[in-house]
Every structure is written in C-alpha cells, then in structure tokens.
T-cell receptor, first 114, second 111 residues
Framework: AAGVIQSPRHLIKEKRETATLKCYPIPRHDTVYWYQQGPGQDPQFLISFYEKMQSDKGSIPDRFSAQQFSDYHSELNMSSLELGDSALYFC?????????????FGPGTRLLVL | QKEVEQNSGPLSVPEGAIASLNCTYSDRGSQSFFWYRQYSGKSPELIMFIYSNGDKEDGRFTAQLNKASQYVSLLIRDSQPSDSATYLCAVTGGGADGLTFGKGTHLIIQP
C-alpha cells in the first residue's frame, strides 16, 4: 500500500539558512500533520491542515510556516535556522474529520543545522 | 496543557510472556487513543487505535481504554524479540487535531 512520502530524507543546513520540507500524503488522505522529534524526545505536534486550511496549531515557532496545496501535498518552510532545530521532522496524513482519523507517519526528514 | 504520562522503562519481558504497557492522560476531552511503535531513528508505526471504553483485540495486541480513569493500556501476548522498541501512547481530541504523545516506554524482549 502507498505510504506517506517525505523529501528530502536528509538535509544539512547552516545557521540562519532556510529549509523547505515536503510531504505527499497517502492517496485520498486530505489532512496532513507536521511533527518535530528531537534526540531522545517524543514527537511534538507543530501544525495540521485539512482541505488546504490550517486546522490545528501546536508548538510551531514563528520562524516556521506551512501550507497545503490543491493536490494535498504540504510544505514546511523553516527560516533563520538555529542549532536547536536539528531534529527529525515527520509528516503524517489521515482521512480527516469526516473519515478515519488515524494518522499514518512518513519516514521523516532528518535535519542537521551546523 | 494536555499531558500524556508513560513509564519510560526500560521494561524487560521474557520472550513468550505478556508485556503490559500503561498510559494516563490529563485531558478529559480526548476522543481518540493510539499506540505507536518506534524503532530508533525510524518513524512511529501504528499498532492499535481505540475510541470506546473497553478492550480491543488485534492479533497479539489488546488495547484497553478506561475514560473514567483516563487510562489506556496495551498488552502484547507471546512477546517476540522483534517487539523490542519504544511504544508511544498518543491521544487527540479528534478531527484534524494533532496528537499529544507520551515520552514512550522502552520495551526489551529477552530471548
């Protein structure tokens, strides 16, 4: 079965640079979620989108923004990167509020900020 | 502030025995409850979800939910070495809300 696709899988950036992470949800899924997982930490919810509209907001820094496009893929834009932004970034997708809400996770993007 | 509490372990269980993982949550408005398994450096993998009070069984796994006690558990029968991983309890208010995770229980199945 098709799964959530994330790109790139690995990314190395310098401090103060910008990064864009992409997420392609499971076909027919209309809701995407972004999570950040630091070393030894549990995943922290950042933001979610349903039908291209922001749905829920978690601990997303102001330096980060995200959007969902008409084909339901989503992009997380990260600016003024800091050392503490080094983490695994997961995208998850689901059928959304009117369907099965179970979130399925992609393989993640490992971001290293030097 | 929504909180999900889990014993971080490690929880060591002999192969073939039953592993019991527990989780409590603070938000009484939570609607949906999930157990994910995560291997080091990998993404969370869904094991079970449960929405209603009681037990739900799927193969070797049984999830139990008690909303009055704000308690969720996961039983793994006939534990295998491949079950060794971190098990994350997660809750959500439903809809397109984000998941609130516990810090995970590190499970070790001893051959």
């Amino acid at each position: 079965a098709a799964g959530v696709i994330q790109s790139p899988r690995h990314l190395i950036k310098e401090k103060r640079e910008t990064a864009t992470l992409k997420c392609y949800p499971i076909p027919r899924h209309d809701t995407v979620y972004w999570y950040q997982q630091g070393p030894g930490q549990d995943p922290q919810f950042l933001i979610s989108f349903y039908e291209k509209m922001q749905s829920d907001k978690g601990s997303i820094p102001d330096r980060f923004s995200a959007q969902q496009f008409s084909d339901y893929h989503s992009e997380l834009n990260m600016s003024s990167l800091e050392l503490g932004d080094s983490a695994l970034y997961f995208c998850a997708s689901s059928l959304g509020p009117s369907g099965e809400e179970t979130q399925y996770f992609g393989p993640g993007t490992r971001l290293l900020v030097l | 502030q929504k909180e999900v509490e889990q014993n971080s372990g490690p929880l060591s269980v002999p192969e073939g025995a039953i592993a019991s993982l527990n989780c409590t949550y603070s938000d009484r408005g939570s609607q949906s409850f999930f157990w994910y398994r995560q291997y080091s450096g990998k993404s969370p993998e869904l094991i079970m979800f449960i929405y209603s009070n009681g037990d739900k069984e799927d193969g070797r796994f049984t999830a139990q939910l008690n909303k009055a006690s704000q308690y969720v558990s996961l039983l793994i029968r006939d534990s295998q070495p491949s079950d060794s991983a971190t098990y994350l309890c997660a809750v959500t208010g439903g809809g397109a809300d984000g998941l609130t995770f516990g810090k995970g229980t590190h499970l070790i199945i001893q051959p």
